[in-house]
């Protein structure tokens, strides 16, 4: 297999008429780590817990370990993060988040997440979602209720069955899948995803990442967003 390289630029804003945003990120490339997550818990209190996680996956980062060593890592900072959450003092309801985690390495790119911030791969021209949504609208689909989350109402969509923090228990989906030069990734949070259309994203990404990044949340905007927006693209290719 031929050696691979990447790069990544990422970019956000608050949903509209506020001046922070509960979404926060982290891009790591030297040590092929890259994460998205959406809080929850108002006041404030969202952003800061998204803010704890990604600080939990920072402070794990191993740059040089094997590509299941950083996996076992990050999950274990993701639970390091759900605990501290579940004992939020001062909150009736502890805040949670959402977390979508990607980990490149070894020709392989390995997913982890809970809740519905997505991971998408450009691959030759189609987009597939990686992840899969922690919702109630993906719960109606998978019943048969409706043919795809994007049929059910925004509620529905929001509507979460899974988060770190918030009270609930910690279950992480994972996946790894080979990688191979030309791919992109986007990581995003539901305001992007929820409100651009997939064909969309597949035009945005044969851009590089910072230009994809910034149509995104563009588009995003554009489309009536209500919520916070985060964009991180990673661009895959042959190593020079």
């Keep these: 297999m031929s050696a691979l390289a990447w790069h990544s630029a990422a970019a956000g804003q608050p949903r ?3 001046a922070a945003s509960e979404d926060s990120h982290i891009a790591a490339p030297a040590a092929g780590l890259w994460a998205v997550a959406d809080g929850m818990g108002g006041h404030g209190e969202g952003g800061r817990a998204s803010g704890l996680l990604v600080e939990a996956l920072r402070v794990a980062l191993l740059p040089d370990a ?10 274990a900072a993701i639970a ?8 939020w003092a001062g909150t009736t309801r ?12 070894e020709g392989h790119a390995a997913c982890l997440w809970v809740g519905d ?15 899969r949504d922690h919702s109630l609208a993906q719960e109606m689909v998978d019943r048969g209720l409706i043919a795809s989350a994007e049929m059910a109402a925004p509620a529905e969509r929001r509507s979460l069955t899974r ?3 918030g009270g609930g228990r910690l279950a992480i989906d994972r ?12 990581l995003c949070t539901d305001g992007v995803s929820m409100v651009v259309p997939q064909m969309r994203i597949v035009e945005a990404l044969e851009n590089s ?11 995003a905007a554009a489309l009536g967003s209500g919520d916070d927006m985060t964009a991180l693209v990673v661009a895959i290719d042959a190593a020079r």
């Design 209 to 219: 990442p910072e230009q994809a990044a910034w149509a995104l949340i563009g588009l």
């Design 80 to 87: 390091q993060a759900d605990a501290h959450l579940a004992g």
């Design 94 to 105: 502890p805040p949670g988040s959402t977390v979508s985690v990607l980990l490149l390495g």
């Design 117 to 131: 911030s997505r991971i998408y791969l450009r691959r030759d021209g189609a987009l597939l979602q990686l992840t």
């Design 163 to 165: 988060a770190v923090g």
């Design 175 to 186: 996946l790894v899948l080979p990688i191979q030069a030309g791919d992109r990734l986007l």
């Design 16 to 18: 509209p008429g506020r």
């Design 66 to 75: 094997a590509l299941g060593a950083r996996m076992a890592a990050a999950e």
